[in-house]
């Protein structure tokens, strides 16, 4: 079974990392009146955020909808990079993916913006190995929506019972899992990469 396997990987913290305590991403929150910390429980439930990541609103849309609401006085250049300012790579993940990609179809499926989307794939251009990644911007859905994993599996080529897909999220694995999916929860790279071997993937 695992070489017919489509291998589908989330992105933030599974792929790359988000760090709040980038300078500039610290001082926009600071400006927003949101700790770093509170950056993900507070101002990712702001709706324009939502409408960003799924494609309702522009980026500049996006960008005024913050000016308005926090009367922010920052430019959409500069804007653009403290936004973009929360991404690590996170060490021995490149290896996993290669090591997948070298014998799977690899797919990507995201909730994300497309700012993050650009920065990422500047961060990590091996990516590129990715023909058709799923992301929501793109797709007008969040996980654990069913469109998400019907359109990834799609986008990856096989069936959705042919699919592995691997998230930090235990709510989006089983989104995953009634979607038809096989699905493994991100608890680091060695982790998954014990995983991987006993499924005979990696």
């Known amino acids: 079974m695992a070489e017919e396997m489509a291998v589908i990987f989330d992105l933030g913290r599974v792929l790359i990392d988000l760090d709040v305590k980038g300078e500039r991403f610290s001082a926009l929150m600071k400006a927003m009146n949101v700790s770093p910390n509170q950056a993900?429980?507070?101002?990712?439930?702001?709706?324009?955020?939502?409408w960003h990541m799924t494609g309702r609103i522009t980026s500049r849309q996006f960008h005024q909808a913050?000016?308005?609401r926090y009367n922010l006085e920052i430019d959409y250049e500069d804007f653009v990079i403290a936004w973009c300012d929360l991404f690590s790579p996170i060490p021995g993940m490149r290896e996993i993916f290669d090591r997948v990609a070298d014998r799977h179809p690899v797919g990507i499926l995201s909730d994300t913006d497309p700012l993050h989307w650009a920065k990422i794939k500047e961060m990590l251009p091996w990516l590129q190995r990715v023909g058709h990644p799923t992301?929501?911007?793109?797709?007008?859905?969040?996980?654990?929506?069913?469109e998400a994993y019907r359109k990834a599996a799609?986008?990856?080529?096989?069936?959705?019972?042919d699919c592995l897909f691997i998230d930090?999220?235990?709510i989006n694995v089983e989104g995953a899992r009634d979607a038809g999916m096989a699905a493994l929860q991100f608890q680091g790279p060695e982790r998954l990469a014990k995983d991987l071997a006993k499924l005979g993937i990696a």
């Open 168 to 170: 930090d999220s235990l």
């Open 135 to 146: 992301l929501s911007f793109n797709i007008k859905h969040l996980k654990p929506h069913p």
């Open 66 to 68: 913050a000016i308005d």
């Open 40 to 50: 993900f429980s507070v101002y990712w439930r702001e709706p324009e955020v939502e």
């Open 154 to 161: 799609e986008n990856s080529g096989k069936p959705p019972e």
